[in-house]
């Protein structure tokens, strides 16, 4: 590992302490000007996201008026309580191949990018010691009066994200601070992704506001719109215990 990701790691709780654990659960809202334009303008408004921590698998309760909404990469499902299937898509990535830039989402196009977006979030940093990611720091970034050492990460095929080259910037702590992509699934719309207030949930530390806004030409943000809003009020960490049961 870098020295930059090894003080990542440290920063938001450790990897020994991330690899206790099987899942993960907040209590959030999701919203944004990039949710109203694709025909979902209340968002997310309150729900749990549960992320697997080991393999690429996130779900919602409730979603979509249904029990649940499941996120896997290769198959999205709306189920009821009992796990019958309400929507399901298979390949739900190629969905979006045919789409103009300003149409609107069916509920599966809103569970395959915000469940894939959701799932690098939870699990950043420590996502990146999988197998496939290769890491390599850049040069720092100055703003608002602060440097932000940068990491480079480019992710394996096997794990759907906006885009499979990104940058990561972090404080002298080892916070998360920002994180600059391309989402190709809404027109490769270059984006700055802010974090702010970490806070610890059973030794994890996690961003619990995030916004996103346009991202200009020298790097810098635009200030409008605010293309996605982020907001957890509670996160769980869950590790399996001797009996094989979650505590």
């Known amino acids: 590992m870098s020295d930059l990701l090894d003080l990542a790691l440290t920063g938001h709780g450790g990897l020994h302490r991330w690899r206790e654990l ?14 109203r334009l694709k025909g979902h303008p209340d968002g997310l408004p309150s729900v749990q996201a549960t992320a697997d921590t080991a393999v690429p698998r996130l779900v919602y309760s409730p979603f979509a008026g249904a029990s649940r909404g ?4 290769e198959r999205v ?23 103009e830039r300003g149409s609107a989402w069916d509920d599966l196009h809103l569970l395959y990018f915000t ?52 940058v990561f910037y972090f404080d002298g702590d080892g916070l ?13 719309i270059p984006a700055a992704h802010y974090c702010h207030d970490h806070k610890t949930f059973a030794g994890i530390v996690i961003p619990t506001r995030r916004r996103a806004f346009p991202r200009r030409p020298d790097g810098t943000a635009a200030p409008a719109p605010t293309f996605i809003e982020i907001d957890i009020t509670l996160a769980l960490p869950f590790r399996a215990s001797r009996r094989g049961n979650d505590d």
């Open 176 to 188: 998360l601070r920002r994180l600059d992509y391309t989402s190709e699934v809404v027109g490769a």
């Open 115 to 166: 469940g894939y977006a959701m799932w690098n979030y939870l699990c950043t940093p420590f996502i990146f010691t999988m197998p496939g990611f290769t890491t390599q720091e850049i040069d720092p970034w100055d703003e608002d009066g602060q440097r932000w050492r940068r990491l480079r990460v480019k992710f394996p095929p096997s794990v759907p994200t906006h885009n499979d080259d990104q």
């Open 22 to 35: 099987t899942r993960i659960t907040a209590t959030m809202s999701v919203r944004g000007t990039l949710l």
């Open 70 to 73: 499941v996120w896997e990469p």
């Open 77 to 99: 499902t709306v189920e009821t309580a009992d796990g019958t299937p309400v929507q399901q898509r298979i390949d739900p990535r190629a969905a979006f191949n045919d789409l």
